[in-house]
Nanobody
Framework: QVQLVESGGGLVQAGGSLRLSCAAS??????????MGWFRQAPGKEREFVAA??????????YYADSVKGRFTISRDNAKNTVYLQMNSLKPEDTAIYYC?????????????????WGQGTQVTVSS
């Protein structure tokens, strides 16, 4: 059974930084063999794409939503089976529950329906 567990959320002032972690576990589950994504959902809104990093053998390309480009960085540590989301210059509109997800393909990395596994989410609140 695959488990993705997010951590690192919290309350931060605008302009501050947070680093989210997503620790993966499960029999024979290795993040290096999956495209890993971060999504977020604010109250009353749909879940939206934040960032993705593709399968390692494909080069581990990274992709970002326009709203976070230049401020957020996704990375992975295959040895620790953990994915990170470094968030800098946070804005109040970044407030949401952040979810980690995994899919076994390279396709449509911004579409949440493509993802097979999800974490439980971690709350990020940015005060103005």
């Amino acid at each position: 059974q695959v488990q993705l567990v997010e951590s690192g959320g919290g309350l931060v002032q605008a302009g501050g930084s947070l680093r989210l972690s997503c620790a993966a576990s499960g029999r024979a589950f290795s993040i290096s063999s999956y495209t890993m994504g971060w999504f977020r959902q604010a109250p009353g809104k749909e879940r939206e794409f934040v960032a993705a990093i593709t399968i390692s053998w494909s080069g581990g390309s990274t992709y970002y939503a326009d709203s976070v480009k230049g401020r957020f960085t996704i990375s992975r540590d295959n040895a620790k089976n953990t994915v990170y989301l470094q968030m800098n210059s946070l804005k109040p509109e970044d407030t949401a529950i952040y979810y980690c997800a995994a899919q076994s393909s390279l396709l449509d990395w911004s579409n949440p329906r493509r993802y097979d596994y999800w974490g439980q989410g971690t709350q990020v609140t940015v005060s103005s």
